[in-house]
């Protein structure tokens, strides 16, 4: 888990599949119910073992081969606070949406605390902000990216953001337990909040005239990315204080959108 | 295309889903034929932009549909050398395994010539050599970022290795197109070649002491990364020259493997 500054004001859903109760959202209103789509399970070896590390988690029922516990429970640094139900792997397909590569474990729990925006990133120094990414993939790719290279939370529309179960958190490989995940209603409004809070808004715009390498990493920035092919919206364009790209040396210009994140992110952390 | 720096010596194949007729393969032996599962068909808008774009194309069919044919056609520099049918959307469907994601547009095209090993990369600068990295995203996102930030070519096994048309060339979004693929049969042997060019042998592993920023960038470097979870193969890992690690700095070590390509290509063409 990134470290939390501020104790957290809401209290963790003990009710899956519904919302948490709408705490003190601030300026934004109360949440927006989830959309039909979501399941409540996370599956995966990483994810489902990340998850069962995670003490910030409720945990409602655990399906798995044998073979599978095996191996998570060996790589447990604590007794499970949950009883697996060993069962044929077939059975856990059954449980989980058509296609899902669940490698033998799935895991249904309640959601993580909703985090607020500004509890979440008063002390923070990365942030990643997504315009409407909505590929479950390279969401998860983007959490995990963002749990290796140290950003500490990454921002996102209620709207057209994809559940944190499932695809998502089989991609991210356990990096939903590590990485906030903070869904605000209007994209807009939130970047305004950073900037006065003192981030730099960093627009990542294949058209821009500087490249990332050359704003002051010093300060704190919230890295903006939006969907392939779009890319930022009018209005999140014009919130940010400096657009920047990413230097492309070969025939090609445009990255997938969790590669580009991967290498902006990269850039922000390496050592200097 | 990458500049070409001699003649190639082989044709290009006019018999799509045969392998191509077996001209000097220097001491790797005769191609294996091609697995059962190779589709000879890419689509999705961009692929097959760059395809059409390709003069080094054979061309056998394309199905599109109007409003993908009009956006295709509105973005081609020259005339496409192929007439398209303009048929409906589900015909493509029919045409394409189950859940191909296709944008309304499919080409039937011949293989590229296949690329030897030495001709190709005598005077490169960067490679990337994937050790049995098999999932076709993976492979499509990685030729992507290679053709983003001026890798000359990417080597990989013939086994084990994903078919370059359908979803790896979907996701490599036309770089297929741009960057080559050098299909070995021995990796070990291969590595060896290109160390007896003049090539650095930089096997990523997360398990590194060194940091891939220390190495010598001012010499060819062949980059090579293992499938995620396995890592590199033991014979692999000990034909390197040196081994290296990305700086993590968050609480998690493991990107995924497309995203580690990425960034490490980054780090081998930045401005310094």
New interface residues.
């Given amino acids: 888990?990134?470290q939390r500054k501020r104790p957290n004001r809401r209290e963790t859903n003990k009710n899956p599949g519904k919302t948490a109760p709408s705490g003190n959202r601030g300026p934004r209103g109360p949440k927006k119910p989830h959309g039909p789509g979501q399941s409540p399970f996370i599956y995966g070896l990483h994810a489902v073992e990340a998850a069962l590390q995670n003490p910030a988690r409720t945990l409602h029922r655990l399906l798995a081969t044998r073979n599978a516990w095996n191996e998570i429970e060996s790589r447990l640094t604590a007794p499970a606070r949950i009883e697996p139900e060993i069962v044929a792997s077939e059975e856990i397909s059954r449980a989980l949406p058509p296609g899902a590569v669940h490698q033998g474990v799935a895991l249904h729990l309640a959601p993580l605390p909703e985090p607020d925006l500004e509890d979440t990133t008063v002390n923070a120094r990365r942030l990643l902000v997504l315009d409407q990414v909505t590929d479950p993939?390279n969401v998860g790719?983007i959490l995990?990216?963002?749990?290796?290279?140290?950003?500490e939370a990454v921002v996102m529309t209620e709207r057209n953001s994809p559940p944190l179960t499932g695809v998502l958190a089989k991609?991210a490989?356990?990096?939903v337990e590590?990485v906030k995940v903070v869904k605000i209603g209007n994209l807009a409004r939130a970047l305004q909040e950073l900037k006065n809070m003192g981030f730099l808004i960093a627009g990542l715009d294949g058209e821009a005239d500087q490249?990332l390498?050359e704003i002051d990493v010093t300060r704190p920035v919230a890295l903006v990315l939006g969907a392939e092919g779009a890319g930022l919206r009018r209005l999140t364009r014009e919130t940010c204080d400096v657009l920047v790209k990413?230097?492309?040396?070969?025939?090609?210009?445009?990255?997938?959108v969790?590669?580009?994140a991967?290498?902006a992110l990269?850039?922000l952390?390496?050592?200097r």
Same sequence: chains 1, 2.
Avoid: D, I, K, Q
């Fill in positions: 888990m990134t993939h790719a995990r990216s963002a749990a290796v290279f140290g950003a991609a490989s356990g990096a590590h490249t390498g990413l230097p492309a040396s070969g025939p090609m210009r445009s990255l997938n969790s590669n580009a991967a290498v990269y850039e952390a390496r050592p």
